[in-house]
């Protein structure tokens, strides 16, 4: 099993900055890439980011590339989501996931509570 825990979260005005946090613990969860999806109220989940714990390049949607960075911290057993210059359209539940590392949500075996991001015009 694998737990994963987001935070950091929060209300932020249009071009403002978060950083997500997914805390990760449980057996074998460095085998795992990491996935950071979205889900807006009233539509799918959406892929934002992905990254392997054992480094090499990351995967982002076009919607967020060059706004949005994920990164890790071994010794922590953390990965972030540095979200720059928000838009109100990034208004979504954010969430961590650990599995195969597509696009695809289908591909994730575990995923965190999720936190809320409310950016306002």
């Known amino acids: 099993q694998v737990q994963l825990v987001e935070s950091g979260g929060g209300l932020v005005q249009a071009g403002g900055s978060l950083r997500l946090s997914c805390a990760a613990s449980?057996?074998?969860?460095?085998?795992?890439?990491v996935g950071w999806f979205r889900q807006a109220p009233g539509k799918e989940r959406e892929f934002v980011a992905a990254i392997r714990w054992s480094g090499g390049s990351s995967l982002y949607a076009d919607s967020v590339k060059g706004r949005f960075t994920t990164s890790r911290d071994n010794a922590k057993n953390t990965v972030y989501l540095q979200m720059n210059s928000l838009k109100p359209e990034d208004t979504a539940v954010y969430y961590c996931?650990?599995?195969?590392?597509?696009?695809?949500?289908?591909?994730?075996?575990?995923w965190g509570q999720g936190t809320q991001v409310t950016v306002s015009s």
């Open positions: 996931a650990a599995g195969g590392g597509s696009i695809y949500h289908t591909d994730y075996n575990y």
């Open positions: 449980g057996r074998s969860f460095s085998t795992y890439k």
